[in-house]
């Protein structure tokens, strides 16, 4: 039997609480290393809560949110990091992120999670290469030693634009966005919109990309090269997936991995044949009540 993979994201507990509503309730999971993981429940399950919550938009009523870079030994630290009340740890092995500690901006610079959204957020005046340049604006500014080193291309910065620039040319490429590349954003069809966003967020180096119902709106043409971009994303980019979706043809055609929320609570958790068969995972997408399991079962032929 093959060993599993490491796990990279580890989500325990996460409590999420908007006055009386409990959107999030005692949640956890975590996803592995080199897979797909799929985050999937009817409208208002909390899924998008979840997102923000690991991607620091949101900071969580309770819980814990870590993920490891580097080996795997850097989980013994774990709970020696969250006594300490710190929210990193780098040893000469890897690094350990607590992510409900830190700032949104931080959890994409250090942590290295990139996210996209349900509603696309494209610079929609700028050029579709310029998108991707502004997401290594970070490093871009360190290369510059933030001062008009950058401006003058003196020190390193022209052989950090290149690296950009080269990068960049890369995604185009990948996805199919090369001969756009000097049109405004605002003008690609929504298909193309949709693929310069995950373009965009890969620019950022990520280990874990988070992607917020990427098929929305897709065609079926292209929502089969959508499918084809996230697994060479997983297979040839060493970054894991996290990925929030109704297409249920796209989940189960590519993840490793389904979590099923229903009204903020975890009903399921496996591979993606064992959730579909899942009595519980029926019913709610049915839209009946647990005492109706029984009844759901039958009527789908279980």
């Known amino acids: 039997?093959?060993?599993?993979?490491?796990?990279?994201?580890?989500?325990?507990?996460?409590?999420m609480r908007f006055g009386g509503l409990v959107a999030i309730d005692q949640l956890s999971f975590s996803t592995r290393r080199g897979e797909i993981t799929a985050l999937i429940g009817p409208n208002g399950a909390g899924k998008t809560t979840v997102f923000n919550c690991i991607t620091g938009f949101y900071k969580p009523t309770e819980g814990r949110i870590a993920i490891v870079h580097g080996e795997p030994?850097?989980?013994?630290?774990?709970d020696a990091l969250t006594l300490k009340g710190d929210r990193k740890l780098a040893l000469a092995n890897g690094a350990l992120f607590l992510l409900e500690r830190m700032p949104d901006y931080l959890v994409s610079r250090q942590a290295k999670v990139a996210r996209t959204f349900q509603n696309i957020r494209l610079f929609s005046g700028m050029t579709v290469l310029e998108n991707l340049l502004i997401a290594q604006h970070n490093p871009l500014m360190h290369a510059s030693g933030f001062t008009l080193l950058g401006v003058l291309g003196i020190g390193g910065y022209g052989k950090a634009e290149r690296a950009a620039v080269e990068k960049a040319r890369h995604w185009l490429e990948l996805t199919d966005l090369i001969d756009r590349a000097d049109d405004?954003?605002?003008?690609?069809p929504y298909g193309a919109?949709?693929?310069?966003?995950i373009a965009r967020a890969?620019?950022?180096?990520?280990v874990l990309l988070c992607l917020d119902e990427p098929a929305a709106g897709l065609n079926p043409r292209e929502s089969a090269a959508l499918?084809?971009?996230?697994?060479?994303?997983?297979?040839?980019h060493d970054t894991s997936v996290l990925l929030i979706e109704h297409d249920m043809s796209v989940v189960m055609e590519i993840s490793d991995h389904v979590v099923v929320l229903d009204y903020g609570v975890k009903i399921a958790d496996g591979r993606p044949e064992e959730v579909r068969n899942d009595a519980k995972v029926i019913a709610?997408?049915?839209g009946v009540?647990?005492?109706?399991?029984?009844?759901?079962?039958?009527?789908?032929?279980?």
């Open 1 to 15: 039997m093959t060993e599993p993979a490491p796990i990279l994201l580890e989500v325990d507990h996460l409590t």
């Open 73 to 78: 030994q850097m989980w013994e630290e774990l």
């Open 184 to 188: 405004p954003a605002g003008a690609l």
């Open 193 to 197: 919109q949709r693929r310069l966003e």
């Open 202 to 206: 890969m620019c950022t180096d990520p």
């Open 227 to 236: 499918n084809e971009l996230i697994l060479t994303i997983r297979d040839r």
């Open 284 to 286: 709610a997408y049915l």
């Open 289 to 302: 009540a647990d005492e109706e399991v029984e009844a759901a079962e039958a009527e789908v032929g279980l």
